[in-house]
């Protein structure tokens, strides 16, 4: 009996070590088991963390990158859209094939290899015509806009012993000759100016343009001597062959001037003189027979009398002008053909007319004195190679 209740004893003891010992191994399970949770929680919000910055980082390595990329390009493009290959005061072989190049499109310099004053008018003529910046420096874009524009007219090189002679710089001896003793025809013209002893040509390179040239010529002795020259604007259309009422084109042709008109006093010119006052207008209206004269109004409603109009004394560009006789007189008037074609101080903004000539006011008022109703002054317009 004894026996048995100490192998019972020994047994219970036994059985109570397994439990024990169990308890303890669930027990660490479960801790390796909430260890390993955590750390797989933690691991997994460091690679998440990492991820991150990763992301983060490589994102701010390619703008850095893509910014290294292109900020480059974006500066030699500004410095490209801005550089000036050539400028005043140049020389060289550079500045002799700009002005053969501009020769060869049709305008009249001297080839000489100088980047003078000639040379930055005729620049500035050429970026005017093309929508360019206007700076008179050759730049990359205008070098570009030369290189697409065609040939008119031929370039040609001849030699003499052992010096190179250009027949164009033979031609402008001969014109600056010719400036001295004077020309037998007005030059680029075909137009007879007929008993006109002074002429005056606007001419533009081609049609579309808003800018042009003027020369101002007086037979002299026989002769046509070369009085003043310098740019001009026409309307922004360019010149037209067929005018029409309000299409911004300048007509082309001769014409002679009626009269002289401005809101200032009379500058000191030979022909009749207008001084403009309040409600003095130029009438527009197709349908009246006042159409395209100078008339005085002092009604309440010009509008419902005139209807279409400009009032002379609200505008300063005609502080000084001349009249064309386009369609100006009855026995030749054509209605709706085009009105108010004057001869006056340029637009200030640079750009063209509505269709009138446009000077800069002391070119204007150095014409408008020089003119004489005696010498039957005339103006001849439009395109090279076509009046």
């Given at each position: 009996m004894k026996i048995k209740k100490i192998i019972l004893t020994t047994l219970s003891c036994i059985m109570l070590s397994f439990l024990l010992i169990g308890c303890e191994a669930n027990n660490d399970k479960q801790s390796t088991k909430k260890i390993n949770t955590a750390s797989k929680l933690s691991l997994q919000k460091d690679v998440k963390k990492d991820v991150k910055e990763d992301v983060k980082e490589n994102k701010i390595k390619k703008v850095e990158k893509q910014e290294k990329k292109e900020s480059p390009k974006s500066e030699?493009?500004?410095?490209?859209?801005d550089e000036v290959l050539l400028k005043i005061g140049d020389k060289g072989n550079k500045?002799?094939?700009?002005?053969?190049k501009l020769y060869t499109i049709g305008y009249d310099l001297n080839i000489d290899g100088c980047f003078g004053n000639k040379t930055v008018a005729v620049v500035k003529e050429f970026q005017r015509q093309y929508k360019l910046i206007?700076?008179?420096?050759l730049t990359k874009n205008t070098q570009e806009k030369l290189n697409k524009v065609p040939d008119k007219r031929k370039y040609e090189v001849t030699k003499t012993s052992s010096r190179v002679v250009t027949k164009t710089a033979n031609a402008q001896k001969s014109t600056n000759t010719l400036k001295q003793n004077g020309y037998t025809v007005i030059p680029n013209i075909k137009t007879n100016p007929g008993n006109s002893e002074q002429?005056?040509?606007?001419?533009?390179?081609?049609?579309?343009?808003?800018?042009?040239?003027?020369?101002?010529?007086?037979?002299?002795?026989?002769?046509?001597?070369?009085?003043?020259?310098?740019p001009a604007v026409i309307g922004r259309a360019g010149f037209k062959n067929n005018r029409?009422?309000?299409?911004?084109?300048t007509p082309t042709g001769k014409y002679g001037f009626p009269f002289m008109f401005g809101r200032n006093s009379n500058p000191g010119v030979k022909f009749e003189y207008r001084k403009v006052r309040k409600n003095d207008y130029w009438v527009s209206n197709t349908n009246l027979p006042e159409y395209n004269v100078w008339m005085h109004y002092e009604g309440n409603n010009a509008v419902s009398r005139l209807k279409d109009f400009e009032k002379l004394w609200e505008q300063p560009l005609y502080n000084y002008a001349a009249v064309i006789d386009y369609n100006y007189y009855t026995g030749s008037k054509v209605m709706g053909k085009g009105s108010g074609i004057f001869l006056h101080i340029a637009p200030y903004s640079g750009r063209g007319t509505a269709g009138c000539v446009g000077l800069s006011q002391s070119n204007l008022l150095k014409i408008l004195k020089w003119m004489d109703p005696s010498k039957n002054p005339t103006i001849i317009m439009g395109v090279r190679g076509h009046i």
């Open positions: 030699i493009k500004n410095k490209t859209e500045v002799f094939e700009l002005q053969k206007v700076s008179g420096n002429v005056i040509v606007v001419i533009a390179n081609s049609y579309g343009t808003e800018y042009a040239q003027y020369y101002a010529y007086e037979k002299i002795n026989g002769s046509w001597k070369e009085y003043s020259n310098g029409r009422e309000g299409d911004k084109s």
